[in-house]
């Protein structure tokens, strides 16, 4: 068993103001993200800027609502302000993404780009973005696994006294290591639009499922359709269908 490293969630103080790892780590997931995409020189500056603050608005508005209607639905019956209280954590990626799409697809009709051709800029740097919020998720002591005597298991905060998979950090491994080499390469050879995009989905969608068998379900939710599948498996189904017509259609070369 290794010790939980028990690093404080804040990183600085300034007088009563707080700045969370968490917080940071999302500000360098965006900056990261810009520079990458920068690096391409396939949008202009001022289309970029445009870009990661749509984006920005997509993940964490489709992030907080995805995770009020994936998992925390019983609360916001509860509490018709839940959720507006993002302080009280609760983030869908599911959710981010579709926000992302959303962002993606209002960025291509006011530039008169295919909205394929701009997630294929975007979905290569996506992984860089995960894995920050995964250590952000590790560093909270949140998310963590099921139980485990794996020599590597560790007894998480507020998670009781047995060790467990640190989940968080296998999928820092899996959707933001991997996952960003796997594109990385796949660029390489993808010659029409859309194709990088299917396959991040495919990749993604795949990891998850592979994570979630480590994770420790969401507590108000549990084990679904019988106890075989988690919420966060159900959602990345759907992703790998999607990412895999994608990838096999027949559609335009790219231009860049």
């Given amino acids: 068993m290794l010790p939980y490293p028990h690093i404080d969630p804040v990183a600085l103080k300034l007088g009563p103001v707080a700045i969370h790892w968490y917080g940071l780590l999302y500000l360098v997931a965006f900056a990261g993200c810009y520079v990458l995409i920068l690096l391409k020189k396939q949008l202009s500056r001022l289309q970029l800027d445009d870009l990661i603050f749509y984006c920005a608005l997509g993940v964490i508005i489709g992030g907080r609502l995805g995770y009020a209607l994936f998992y925390g639905m019983e609360f916001w019956k509860q509490d018709p302000l ?4 993002i302080w009280k954590g609760g983030m869908s990626f599911h959710g981010g993404l579709l926000g992302v799409v959303l962002a993606i697809a ?25 894995a920050m919020g995964r250590l952000g998720n590790f560093i909270n002591g949140e998310l963590w696994g099921r139980v485990s005597d794996a020599p590597w298991a560790m007894v998480f905060p507020n998670a009781g006294s047995v060790p467990r998979h640190p989940s968080s950090l296998y999928e820092f491994l899996l959707e933001g290591v991997l996952l960003y080499l796997v594109l990385a390469v796949y660029a390489g050879y993808a ?15 795949l990891c998850r499922i592979v994570a979630e068998c480590f994770r420790q379900p969401d507590e108000q939710l549990g084990f679904l359709l019988g106890g075989h599948i988690t919420m966060g498996q159900l959602l990345s189904v759907p992703m790998v269908l999607i990412g895999l017509y994608f990838v096999f259609r027949k559609s335009p070369y790219r231009s860049v």
């Fill in 82 to 85: 839940f959720v507006f209280k």
């Fill in 106 to 130: 209002y960025f291509a009709q006011k530039n008169q780009k295919s909205i394929l051709w701009v997630g294929d800029i975007v979905a290569p740097v996506v992984p860089f973005g995960l």
């Fill in 191 to 205: 010659r029409r639009v859309g194709q990088i995009s299917g396959m991040f989905l495919v990749g993604y969608g």
